[in-house]
């Protein structure tokens, strides 16, 4: 089928988090998962780890699930993706690519 929701979870080097449910009817910012992420830092770099509960998700861990891993460098405006086709920022609202996202297989 065509996929119209995902979920955003977005982590900054400080460690501040945010996250929102994605669809037609536009970003909800206003919805709040239960899920935690650590950054490690180094010199010249940055690293995050991120436990997101399947329940946050509503959804068990089978089958396969659309999925796109992004960063975005504020400073330098470089911004890669796992699934480039997918837009690299959900913050690219109102023109949301989950279709072009990657496949995770459970």
Known sequence: GRRQEYYQFVVNAAGAQYDAQCGPGGLRAAWNADWKARVGKSADA??????????ALRAAPTGSWAANFCRHDAATGEASAWAAGGGVMAAEVGRPRAGRFGELRM
Do not use: C, H, L, R
């Open 46 to 55: 940055w690293s995050v780890e991120m436990a997101i509960p399947f329940a």
